[in-house]
């Protein structure tokens, strides 16, 4: 006669699925591709840094100025759909290097303009590889984080965050002493990007032999028109949630010092202090992000992210110069924990279409959030900049959107009825 253990009979074998179904999480790519983020990203970042040396230099008005950095932001964002949409149908791990020689090239032509049409030329070339590394790195990422995907991309993220932070220190560094021939020390950063992505397209090589991707089953029925709305409504809310989110992070970025300038009569070095508090708190929180939407679910991340900064936003428009450096620290740290979870939570949305959502949401959404910036410009033009700076502190509370979000659980439902 059998004797009952109290465990049910199929209890291992289910734990034997589950331990089967959780896949193991690369680090040593994981960090290489973070590293190639942060210098992919760094590069970017010089564009900006060297624009007052080739204004002054070549005698650039601030229209053309302002077109050098619109060509950088507009390449780079409104291919990463059609990039990743290229590689979600024929996979190619080698384009990883072969953008950064486009990088590489652009670096090299901006040391050496000679005018105006040769340096948007090398910035459209830098916009160019950076358009193809990150729908590209995002892939990667997921690939590599196996069942971890929020810290993966929390990894992957942080990178390129760590990288834009730098262009301050570059112009003082850099710029400032060796003038626009400095960007050529840049060549050698992309250098290292594409050794280190030849090892990491190796790697997606073989990961794509071991994981082919699985054929559509002919026989399958067709999405429900239900679904198909409910997923396009879904990816316009989210992408409407990010802009929302860059428009604010732009607001404080690029128009809060000058509002502590006027408020406080601070120089702008003082007020810088306030925005590096601000991102490094982003960086840390975009770190932070992932690992606590694997554990506590992705929308839960992006509810708290954009609702959770909304009072402490709120409040900063009437913060004193102590206070308003405790609420920087605290709403960068809020603000930017779903920066990398909304990518995660996109390509959980629709998956198979990694490389598309991925470019998506990190490029056509910030490209538009880019436009929300020239247009607070505008506004600040026309009205008073501190009443401006009053309407971005309600744009978090477009978080509540959040709310009709499918559910984590819904995804997953979605995903096993495929």
Not at 232 to 252: D, Q, T
């Amino acid at each position: 006669m059998n004797v009952s253990t109290g465990a049910p009979a199929g209890s291992s074998a289910s734990q034997q699925t589950v331990k089967s179904d959780a896949k193991p999480t690369v680090f040593r790519i994981l960090l290489a591709i973070s590293l190639v983020h942060l210098f992919n990203d760094t590069i970017q970042s010089i564009i900006p840094a060297i624009l007052p040396i080739l204004k002054d230099t070549m005698k650039l008005n601030y229209a053309q100025s302002g077109i050098i950095v619109f060509t950088l932001n507009m390449t780079a964002s409104v291919m990463q759909p059609l990039v990743g949409m290229y590689s979600d149908r024929k996979p190619r791990p080698y384009m990883l290097p072969i953008g950064m020689c486009f990088t590489f090239v652009g670096v090299l032509g901006l040391a050496l303009a000679p005018n105006y049409w040769f340096v948007l030329l090398s910035v459209l070339l830098v916009g160019i590889g950076s358009a193809i590394f990150h729908p590209e790195g995002s892939r990667v990422a997921y690939m590599a984080g196996g069942s971890r995907r929020g810290l993966a991309q929390s990894i992957f993220q942080v990178g390129g965050n760590s990288g834009q932070s730098l262009a301050s220190v570059m112009t003082a560094l850099v710029f400032a002493p060796l003038g626009q021939l400095g960007a050529i020390w840049f060549t050698a950063v992309a250098a290292i990007a594409i050794a280190v992505q030849l090892f990491i397209s190796r790697w997606y090589s073989g990961y794509m032999a071991a994981n082919p991707p699985t054929p559509r089953k002919s026989g399958t029925r067709a999405i429900d028109p239900n679904r198909k709305r409910q997923l396009r409504f879904a990816v316009y809310l989210l992408i409407f949630l990010v802009f929302a989110r860059s428009w604010y992070h732009a607001g404080i970025t690029i128009y809060f010092p000058f509002e502590l300038m006027e408020k406080f009569g601070m120089t702008l070095e003082h007020a810088q202090v306030y925005i590096f508090l601000f991102a490094a708190a982003g960086a840390v929180g975009t770190f932070m992000g992932g690992p606590l939407s694997d554990r506590f679910g992705r929308r839960n991340i992006i509810f708290f992210s954009m609702l959770g900064s909304a009072p402490l936003a709120m409040v900063l428009p009437y913060a004193n110069e102590a206070w308003s450096y405790v609420i920087l620290l605290i709403n960068g740290f809020i603000i930017l924990s779903s920066f990398s979870v909304t990518v995660v939570y996109a390509q959980e949305l629709i998956p198979g279409k990694i490389g598309t959502v991925s470019g998506l949401i990190t490029g056509l959404a910030f490209g538009l959030g880019a436009l929300g910036a020239v247009a607070l410009g505008s506004l600040a033009d026309t009205f008073h900049l501190q009443t401006v700076m009053g309407w971005v502190s309600f744009l978090p509370l477009i978080g509540l959107l959040t709310f009709f979000l499918p559910s984590d659980r819904t995804l997953k439902e979605w995903s096993q009825e495929g």
